[in-house]
């Protein structure tokens, strides 16, 4: 078996494109995000939570969506209890201690019995689960758009009632007084939905091209 040497190539693809990555989460996280040090957009931006917040709810969805339609829907399900999973824990953790700070332990929310905070893991899953059953196996662009595009909207709904009728205070208020603005309401919880069905559907096509899909067990 010929032996496989160094190119130029492996130092962009291990080195150079990390580094990006790094400089790229540490500024999002820093100078855009709502929460972060600085956030030069603004405290309330709409595009800073759509970048922040959004972004990392479509990473989380969208792991389990791009195996679903690739592979099967088992696969996307069982990415999405990991990936659904490590969210959870990760937002109710933040959220429960965020809390008893700003009321100056006054008053403790656990945030780890939010249902609506559990439906983040329950939806990466359903989205996984249901792409994948929907296409099937198909490359066909159209069917892994329409399967896309059907299981993120479904999943956006879903999570948007919860977080309006069954989600602890404060988030059920902040949830509530949001749909007072339906356009604003609108496009923090479906717009990074919709984006999701769409970008995540050609991704896939894309590597279908490269063969980058991996072994499909139906």
Do not use: C
């Not at 969506?65 to 109710?92: E, T």
């Not at 689960?129 to 479904?154: E, Q, V």
């Not at 279908?208 to 072994?215: A, F, K």
Request: hydrophobic residues 55%.
């Amino acid at each position: 078996m010929a032996e496989n040497k160094f190119k130029l190539s492996n130092i962009f693809d291990g080195i150079i494109i990390p580094i990006i990555l790094v400089l790229l989460i540490f500024v999002f996280a820093v100078y855009i995000n709502v929460g972060g040090t600085y956030h030069v957009l603004g405290a309330d931006n709409i595009i800073a939570i759509i970048l922040v917040s959004g972004f990392a709810q479509m990473i989380v969805l969208g792991i389990p969506l791009v195996l679903g339609l690739l592979w099967n829907k088992w696969a996307g399900g069982a990415a999405g209890f990991i990936m659904g999973g490590l969210y959870y824990v990760a937002n109710a953790g933040q959220y429960t201690s965020l809390y008893a700070v700003y009321s100056s332990g006054a008053v403790n929310v656990n945030f780890f019995g939010d249902v609506s905070m559990l439906f983040y893991l329950v939806n990466a899953v359903i989205i996984g689960y249901m792409a994948g059953a929907l296409n099937n196996g198909s490359t066909n662009f159209k069917r892994m758009l329409i399967a896309g595009l059907t299981s993120a909207l479904i999943t956006a709904v879903i999570q948007a009632y919860m977080n309006y009728n069954v989600s602890l205070e404060p988030s059920k208020t902040m949830a509530q007084n949001m749909w007072a603005d339906p356009a604003y309401a609108i496009l923090i919880n479906f717009v990074p939905s919709i984006a999701l069905g769409v970008i995540v559907p050609i991704l896939g096509k894309v590597m279908t091209w490269y063969g980058l899909q991996p072994m499909k067990h139906q």
